[in-house]
């Protein structure tokens, strides 16, 4: 157990948050786009626990992490309803046929 | 307001209310416009008669109001009453009246009878607004509207080309009086700082001499245009182009009262120039002798009326050139006397015109005495008023009053002296005149079968006004006229240059001289023309004094060339003054002007060279710059979602790999 320390933890996050990144500028998918955030935020869940844990056992990380973790299901519950209006709009899921905002 | 002003004002408004009633309902009225045009005369004649019997209370009432103030100015008119006025306002009423009744007659059948009426009721009541005028302004603006209305009932006929002519020269020669007449009004106001009478004349001390004299000469300018004197003299005859009515009421009552009336009532004005009177009374008894020749070779019988009313008004003038109170009364007193048996004889003329199926011309009637009893005898009262028959006729009292106060002028100026004889002669001539045309159209044998067979006496519309106008013809001239015009006690609103009283010796043995005078010239006129017109010798002696004096009686016949003159000289060289000016206007002042706008034209085209390359270049870069720019920017903005979060991330990115770089130092 020794061997696991602060950095496992930091890189184990950043690779998550680069695979959300990824997920949200490359998939087509609208699902895929949330996914993608949906991995962010638990990207940052785990750093918030990590330097908890490492800056001396306080809960303070923790609660913040259960915020965001209810923050994100509020989101992902808007984020549908607003996906799938825009689906009901444009008749497609893909997010590269969205193209109202150009020019 | 006084009952006089009340009074004065329903007068004012009746021949209106005639002149609008006829011209709103000119359709359902159709020839029963004359019963309006009749009936408001009436009522207006109802109210001067009452006037005039209570003349002790109303003259010298008046009301006056602020008509408008501008700049500080305050513009007031008014009503004022005098014996002057009162006195004109019974002969406007009273002859208008007539006319009025005498055209229903001599009018019947008219296609334009309705229109007649109308004007004839304007015509009067410009006449009437001028009299009660306290004003300038006012009496201005009527004397404008009689000339308006003068001109609509002389071009009556105007099918005809001479009509419309004569129209349209009686409106421009009085315009050339009124030139004279508003430059006066001009000068008297920059004087006196007012245009009422009474504050005219009540600051006239102030005013310089010579200004004075101007505005005399100015008033008597317009004075001259509207009476006929010379040399604007030239409309009257030819306005006899007009209905015989209207001639009639313009010789009478209106028109040609209006100039005599002006001086007259401006007479405390005109007396401080010695140098205005003499100009008045000169020109005066010239017009009157002038006209007075021209009146012995006319044929037509209105030209002879009409030539003697030129010569009657210069009489007025010559009277009203002298100055002294006298004078002033015989003046008026003639344009009363003459108001009325000119009225009679003008209407007379009427009625042997229309007996005579509109034949004018006197050498083609004779012997109408039988046909036509009333009209002739009429006829006859007036011919001995105007010539001026001794004791019984109101004609003689004024003529006479104004060759005596002539004599009583040459106390004080020699000059007068010579204008009685001038005037005394031409009194003789006007017996003459007279009734050479009485003799002509009434007695003598036929000398046109057609004519005297047609001839019938006129119905009683036309008969009855020449009754009652020959009546005063007679009675006028008995002591009324110090009641109205009192040459004593007119000094309350009248100013002179010398009064007498009667008992005064100068003006007594002037009265005696001028009353044989008038005697001798009457038996003179009237029994040389009896001889030369109703007697055989006459007739021979006659065409060989004719004969005698060719030349002269060729030159009377063509009025002395006086219309051709102004056609030539005046008329032909303000056509040729045009020309030329018409000419500088179009090559010289229009090349100058072109020669700007071109000069315009290319600076203006050089600077919108300019405007288009540099300045709109200038700014279409700018615009075109941030089009450009915006098309190239705008490229990045595809709308795909992914494109933004990809820049997002990669700009944070960034942003931290520069951050942590930073940091490490």
């Known amino acids: ?103 | 307001m006084p009952t006089g002003v009340l009074l004065s004002l329903v007068i004012l408004a009746m021949p209106m209310l005639s002149a609008l009633v006829i011209a709103a309902f000119k359709k359902q009225l159709g020839t029963k416009a004359d019963a309006v045009g009749i009936g408001t005369m009436g009522v207006a004649l109802a109210c001067a008669v009452y006037m005039a019997l209570n003349h002790a209370t109303i003259a010298g009432t008046g009301y006056v109001f602020e008509w408008f103030s501008v700049a500080g100015t305050s513009w007031k008119i008014g009503i004022g009453l005098d014996g002057l006025t009162l006195a004109m306002l019974v002969v406007v009423t009273l002859v208008s009246f007539l006319v009025h009744l005498f055209s229903k007659g001599y009018m019947h059948g008219d296609s334009r009878y309705e229109d007649f009426y109308r004007w004839l009721g304007l015509f009067t009541f410009s006449m009437i607004g001028l009299v009660i005028s306290d004003n300038l302004i006012t009496l201005f603006v009527m004397w404008e509207i009689m000339g308006l209305a003068s001109y609509k009932l002389i071009g009556h006929y105007f099918q005809k080309q001479s009509a419309y002519l004569a129209c349209k020269k009686a409106f421009m020669t009085t315009r050339v009086g009124d030139v004279g007449m508003f430059l006066a009004m001009l000068a008297l106001y920059t004087s006196t700082g007012s245009l009422r009478f009474e504050e005219i004349f009540a600051k006239l001390g102030d005013v310089p001499s010579s200004t004075i004299t101007w505005i005399a000469l100015g008033l008597f300018m317009g004075a001259a245009g509207k009476s006929a004197q010379f040399p604007l003299h030239v409309w009257l005859p030819d306005a006899m182009e007009g209905p015989t009515p209207v001639s009639a009421l313009i010789h009478a009552a209106t028109m040609v009262a209006a100039g005599v009336y002006l001086i007259g009532r401006m007479y405390t004005l005109i007396v401080l120039s010695p140098m205005a009177l003499l100009v008045i009374a000169v020109v005066g008894a010239f017009t009157a002798i002038f006209a007075a020749s021209i009146a012995f070779t006319a044929t037509d019988i209105k030209k002879v009326l009409a030539y003697s009313t030129i010569s009657q008004l210069g009489f007025m003038f010559t009277a009203l050139g002298v100055g002294s109170n006298f004078a002033w009364q015989a003046g008026l007193f003639h344009l009363v006397t003459h108001a009325f048996f000119k009225a009679c004889l003008f209407l007379g003329s009427g009625s042997v015109i229309h007996a005579c199926h509109h034949e004018q011309d006197m050498t083609r009637m004779g012997g109408l005495w039988k046909k036509l009893p009333i009209t002739g005898a009429t006829y006859l009262v007036a011919c001995l008023s105007i010539a001026g028959t001794p004791f019984v006729t109101a004609g003689f009292y004024s003529k006479d009053q104004i060759l005596a106060s002539l004599w009583a002028g040459g106390h004080t100026s020699s000059v007068y002296y010579g204008i009685f004889w001038v005037l005394a002669l031409t009194a003789a001539m006007t017996a003459f005149y007279m009734f050479r045309s009485f003799w002509l159209t009434f007695f003598g044998k036929p000398r046109d079968a057609h004519v005297y067979e047609h001839a019938h006496e006129s119905p009683a519309t036309i008969t009855i006004p020449l009754i009652v106008l020959a009546a005063l013809a007679i009675v006028a001239g008995f002591g009324w006229k110090d009641a109205f015009l009192p040459a004593e006690g007119a000094e309350t609103y009248v100013k002179f240059a010398n009064s007498f009283t009667h008992e005064d010796p100068v003006w007594h043995h002037a009265h005696g001289f001028a009353l044989a005078v008038s005697a001798v010239i009457w038996t003179l006129g009237v029994g040389l023309s009896w001889f030369c017109y109703m007697t055989a010798t006459g007739a021979t002696a006659r065409k060989r004094a004719r004969e005698l004096i060719a030349p002269l009686y060729l030159a009377a016949s063509a009025k002395y060339w006086i219309d051709e003159f102004i056609e030539v000289v005046i008329i032909r060289t303000t056509g040729i003054v045009a020309l030329l000016s018409a000419w500088i206007d179009r090559d010289a002042i229009d090349g100058f002007v072109d020669a700007t706008g071109s000069v315009g034209m290319k600076t203006s085209a050089a600077s919108g060279v300019a405007d288009i390359q540099i300045v709109d270049g200038a700014v279409d870069g700018t615009g075109s710059l941030a089009w450009g720019g915006g098309g190239i920017l705008s490229r990045i903005q595809s709308g795909k979602i992914r494109h933004y979060l990809f820049g997002a991330v990669a700009v944070t990115a960034l942003f931290a790999v520069v951050v942590l770089y930073m940091s490490r130092s």
């Open chain 1, 1 to 103: 157990m020794t061997g696991l320390t602060i950095n496992h933890y930091l890189m184990l996050s950043a690779m998550l948050f680069a695979t959300g990144v990824l997920a949200v500028t490359l998939r087509r998918n609208a699902i895929g786009v949330l996914i993608g955030i949906e991995l962010m935020l638990n990207a940052a869940n785990i750093n918030l626990v990590a330097f908890s844990r490492h800056l001396g056992n306080h809960v303070d990380g923790a609660v913040y992490a259960i915020f965001v973790v209810m923050l994100a299901a509020a989101e992902a519950a808007v984020a549908i309803a607003i996906v799938l209006n825009v689906f009901h709009h444009a008749a497609s899921i893909s997010v590269d046929d969205y193209t109202e905002m150009k020019n």
